[in-house]
């Protein structure tokens, strides 16, 4: 057999028949959020964090605004301790945030948890114990019953533990860890079992968290497992239904949301994602997926670069460039046809109206970013991006036709490089492509517009200076009659632009003009400080490009003797 064998493996069980609802109901506001980073976060790296670390990223989870913050397991770690400490002694909890920390259903680790505590004004026990069929028959080797009472003990020593100490303002909560693989009426068992010691109220819940401590099916599983349990503990009103997501099938943040769905209020996680294994639940992810749906996600995530410094700094471990909402890449497009997308939703996006722009689901200015790194272009990329830069960084608008010639030179160009290509270098990939001085120069002109325009043009032809003179209704018009007239070559305009570069006394002029040169479509382009000579320089620089061979004079001598 294969080690690599799906037949060792089982779906996950299914929740008994209900009637479920979360699949109906829209989500229209946010959860309570608790980071779990000083804990969670912190078991799950190779080297934890120092108390130094601990407290800045404190502030910069009380800066995002978070107001339940899981800051360690007190009991287990001399550290973790130091700092439930600090933050008690120093002053440093907001009045509006709690603080809560886990310890295990052992009295000698509950009554040291209770100790690190003593001077908070307010601060939640979250109490524990692994209840999934695997962790009681194979590393516990107890029945039901007897994890029962190791929960019920657990949780009378927390209860007669608090009651020491008055002052404080406790809260409980428990975990039946391992939730996701336990049978669905064994979680409802235990939960009661705790309830029945603790006895909350309306006025004073319990929170009973719900973790996929290990991700064994599906969100849509998961939100079954939910509702189910929602639908069936007792004393609903007195009891705060919290979720704790695992990452382990890549589903955390998905899991979560369907969580709140199904009758989740709390949602456990970190910044940015980092936990045991593959990761824990998003806050970043899953608050910026409510943001872009017209929720306030009641956090400031306004300076995700802010964030993403701290949490690196702190944890030691870097952020994908293609993390949701807030990687470095996020906004940036590449695709040809992505690129044209955004560049024209953007051209027409009114500030008064709800945002919809393609492919960006949210306005980048929201969270700190910009358009600077929305396109970019290599070599997978179209005329889009090339003429979103050209306009958003000098001002240059391509007619379509231009950019269409264009394009394939950039892409040449960029696929010698093997990487991005800037907005400067995309220029002068547009200057090489379309501006041709030679063999035809412009040296000077005359224009007379008393009657019908007429133009007399001074060229250099390959050293050799040249004076065309014709009349017609525009400066390119009587541009072609001379030109015909002198080389007896029949040229045509398909099509021309031009507008401003720039505003003032700065400004200069950028033509653009496309020519029918015996039969083959030729594009050319020029700039001058004159309107007049940046068209007749752009009409020279396309019939430079069309390869003529000699000189007009040869040119006119060829035309004499077809005739």
Known sequence: MSCFDHRKYRPAPRVPAFDRQWPDRDLVAAPTWVSEDLRDGNQALLEPMSVEQKQRLWHQIIKVGIKEVMVGFPSAS?????????????????????????????????????????????????????????????????????????????????????????DVEWRFEYTP??????????????????????????????????????????????????????QHISRRDSVIVSVHTHNDRGGAVASAELALLAGAERVEGTLLGNGERTGNMDIVTLAMNLYSQGIDPELDLSRPDEIIEVVQECTGIPMHPRHPWVGEMVYTAFSGSHQDAIRKSLRKQQADEPWQVAYLPIDPRDIGRDYQAVIRVNSQSGKGGMTFLLERDYGISLPRWMALELAPAVQAVSETVSGELSSQRIREVLTETFCRHEPLSLTGYRLDRDADESLTVSLNDAGRAVRLSGQGNGVISSFMTAWQTHTGQSVSVVDYSEHALGEGSDAVAIAFVQLNVGGQRISGMAEDGDTVSASLKAVLSALNRAGHQGTMSELAAEAQASA
């Open 177 to 230: 860890e391992s939730f996701s693989s336990t049978e669905i009426d064994f979680s409802l068992e235990i939960c009661e079992a705790v309830m029945d010691v603790w006895q909350p109220t309306p006025e004073e819940k319990c929170i009973l968290n719900l973790p996929t401590t290990v991700e064994v099916g599906g969100p849509h599983h998961h939100a079954d497992q939910i509702e189910y349990f929602c």
């Open 78 to 166: 001399q550290p973790d301790y130091d700092f439930v400490r600090w933050l008690i002694e120093e002053d440093q909890i907001p009045d509006d945030v709690t603080i809560a920390v886990l310890v295990q259903c052992r009295e000698h680790l509950i009554e040291r948890t209770f100790a690190s505590l003593v001077g908070a004004k307010r601060a939640i026990v979250h109490l524990y114990n692994s209840t999934s069929t695997v962790q009681r028959e194979r590393v516990f080797e107890m029945d039901r019953q007897g994890i029962v009472d190791i929960a019920v003990q657990g949780a009378s020593w927390v209860k007669a533990h608090a009651a020491r100490y008055p």
